[in-house]
């Protein structure tokens, strides 16, 4: 089974940049968008996409966050949210089950500038913990987690890790954070799969262009629980394609497609 993650920092824009394209070159069974921006009632979807069943969880706020997940294959349930009203007006999750696995789409609170949202962040990820584990007890299967986590877990995921010690994204508050995360059973798959590869950034500053000299930060995962293991085949990032930032990209097996 193929799944793809991708942040695409409103959707609308994507893809008048020939995102459907890119992501019909890819032929994922499954693809997860983050930072949609949009309603879907505010989406003209090509007939490239018209294969796919979506589902999307749309900010309270117009033109902000958001995520949506595109599948060929119809989900046993979609879940929007976290059931937790604290944490669920701004569209940040949503989950489809399929019959041997749960499938999050998550796009992770930024601390912000000063990391003035903090303690907010950790609050979200401590519920969203919560949640995945929770998903894994109550409908009894293993968890694929993707999205936009807004943190370079470790110095390898980032190519100026010294410079940015305390800033958003690097605190040392977040990785420990995630950290924890993974701890409680999840693998981050591209890092299991490649744990020396330097240079693999999902993301870069529009500024001194660092895109074109890759300074750039790893903060886009795929997690899957520990017992899914077995079944990974690749995992791999694309920062290449159409100009668009990030697409990272998971193949595992599964019995009900290929």
Known sequence: MRILSWNVNGIRA???KGAA???IGVQPDVFCLQETKARPEQVELPLELGS????WNSAEKKGYSGTAIFSQIEPLDVLVGMGLEEHDSEGRVITAEYPDFMLVNVY???SQDGLRRLSYRLEWDK???HYLKHLEENRG?????CG???VAHHEIDIARPSQNRRTAGFSDEERESFSETLQAGFTDTFRHLHPEATGSYSWWSYRAQARQRNVGWRIDYFGISDALIPRLESASIYPNI????FQDYLHFHSKYCG
Not at 141 to 145: E, S
Not at 242 to 245: D, F, V
């Open 127 to 129: 519920a969203f913990r």
């Open 148 to 150: 936009d986590l807004n």
């Open 141 to 145: 299967k293993p968890v694929i987690f």
């Open 21 to 23: 394209e890119s992501i």
């Open 14 to 16: 994507a893809l008048g």
């Open 242 to 245: 159409h100009g668009l930032y």
């Open 108 to 110: 992770t609170p930024n």
């Open 52 to 55: 796919y069943r979506n589902y």
